[in-house]
């Protein structure tokens, strides 16, 4: 029998290699991509990571709950850079303009969305694949 530590263990593995996955292809996207649908990419895959960090943060919440934080926590930071804090913040210390962007761009709002959605609908799908392989596995 499986004990709450067994699943919460798991349940960490599981995200530290989707967060490994999300951070690989967020850096390629950087380092090869161009254009718009690079753009649209790295928003994408830093808001599958920050959802995949509010699930680590609470993992009891609701899924729901879970990805409506995310997207907020990402809408947060771009409305942010229209203060101008984030980007002061990067001239002090460079490494924070890939935690908190520069320059605010609104269709980022919508990538962000769309990467919280692909990125909990990726772990709904995770969780039932997991769930119907515990289900085959004879007990006794």
Known sequence: MRTRSDRRGRAWAATAVAGTL??????????????????????????????????????RWSRAAQAAAAVGLCWAVELAQLTGAPAAAADA???????????FVATDLLWYAVGVLLAS????????????????????
């Open 22 to 59: 999300v951070v690989a292809a967020g850096l390629a996207t950087a380092r090869y991509g161009s254009g718009a649908v690079a753009d649209a990419l790295g928003d994408a895959l830093y808001a599958a990571l920050v959802l995949l960090l509010v699930v680590l943060a609470v993992p």
């Open 93 to 103: 210390w460079p490494p924070l303009r890939y935690l908190l962007g520069t320059t």
């Open 121 to 140: 609908s990726a772990t709904v799908l995770a969780s039932r694949v997991g769930d119907a392989r515990r289900a085959a596995v004879p007990r006794g």
